[in-house]
C-alpha cells in the first residue's frame, strides 16, 4: 500500500508499506464482493458449510475461506441438514430416535433383499418431508436442533419416532419368516442366513453361516456340508442338490461360512 503514486520517467510509489488481506477485507466492508461455492454437510462440527471468496474490485483478498452457511443461506442449510443428518443418520446424537429410525430402514431393506425387489422401502424425499413437518423452520444445524429436540420431546417424547408404515411402499406381505427364515435348524445345527440383494456383489443372494458351537455331526465337514446343500430355499440357485461333489468342494474349501447366490 502507498499513501501516493508519482509518475516521472518512471512512477513512484511514496509512503510505501506493507498490508494484510485482513485490514482490507474490514475496512473495506462494504466495497468487498462474497462468493460462496460447494455447501457440504460436515458431520463433525454439525452444521452446513461453504467456501468463501471475497475480492475487492477484482483483486482476491480470500481465495477459499470454510464458513458457517446456516445463516448465509438458512432454507438451503436446513434442508442439507435434514438430508444429511437425520434421513441418512451423518449426526452424532444421543437422541433415541435416529438410531430407532435407523434400524427400521434397515429392517425393511432386509425385506427388500428377501424378496429380492426394490419397492417396498420409501425414497429419501418422503423421509425428508417425515422431518420437514416436524423440525422448525430456523433449525439447520446440530446445535439448534439439539435445542428444540429437548423441549419438543418434553410434551412428546415420541415425536421424531418412525414407524414401520412410514417406511414401507407397501406391506410385503410375501414376505413371511415360514418362507424367509433369519434361522434354520439343519440335522442339529442352527444355521444363521443373511440376505443380501446386490446383483453382482460377491455376497449377493443368501450367505449362511453354520453355528459353530453346535454338538460335532457324523461325518464332520462333510457331512454337515451336504446337510447344508438341502436347505430348502427359493434363493438356492436352480439346479443346485445335495450331491456328494459339491459336499466335498464345500467342505474342502470351509471356513465356517457357505455362500449361495441367487
Known amino acids: 500500500m502507498a499513501a501516493e503514486m508519482v509518475e516521472t520517467t518512471r512512477l513512484y510509489a511514496r509512503t510505501a508499506g506493507p498490508a494484510k488481506a ?69 449426526y452424532r446424537t444421543a437422541a433415541p430416535f435416529l438410531r430407532h429410525n435407523l434400524q427400521l430402514v434397515e ?31 430456523r433449525v439447520y444445524n446440530g446445535h439448534e436442533f439439539e435445542k428444540w429436540r429437548r423441549q419438543a420431546e418434553k410434551q412428546r417424547p415420541k415425536l421424531l419416532f418412525m414407524q414401520r408404515s412410514d417406511l414401507m411402499l407397501h406391506n410385503a406381505e410375501g414376505v413371511t419368516a415360514e418362507l424367509y427364515p433369519d434361522v434354520l435348524n439343519v440335522e ?51 439346479g443346485h442338490h445335495p450331491g456328494h461333489p459339491t459336499a466335498r468342494r464345500v467342505a474342502a474349501q470351509q471356513t465356517g461360512v457357505w455362500r449361495w447366490d441367487s
Open 22 to 90: 485482513e485490514w482490507v477485507e474490514r475496512l473495506a466492508e462494504h466495497l468487498v464482493k462474497r462468493t460462496y461455492s460447494d455447501e457440504h454437510w460436515h458431520r463433525e462440527h454439525a452444521r452446513v458449510e461453504a467456501f468463501e471468496r471475497v475480492t475487492l474490485q477484482g483483486l482476491v483478498l480470500v481465495a477459499r475461506r470454510p464458513i458457517h452457511y446456516g445463516p448465509i443461506e438458512p432454507q438451503l442449510s436446513r434442508a442439507i441438514f435434514i438430508l444429511h443428518a437425520l434421513v441418512r443418520g451423518e
Open 107 to 137: 429392517q425393511v431393506q432386509q425385506i427388500e433383499a428377501k424378496a429380492r425387489r426394490r419397492d417396498v422401502l420409501v425414497d429419501e424425499e418422503r423421509r425428508v418431508k417425515f422431518y420437514d413437518a416436524l423440525v422448525p423452520q
Open 188 to 238: 442339529g445345527v442352527k444355521v444363521a442366513l443373511e440376505y443380501r440383494f446386490d446383483p453382482g456383489h460377491v455376497a449377493d443372494g443368501v450367505t449362511a453361516t453354520p453355528d459353530r458351537r453346535g454338538r460335532p455331526r457324523r461325518g464332520g465337514r462333510h457331512d454337515k456340508s451336504s446337510s447344508c446343500s438341502r436347505l430348502p430355499h427359493r434363493a438356492v440357485r436352480p
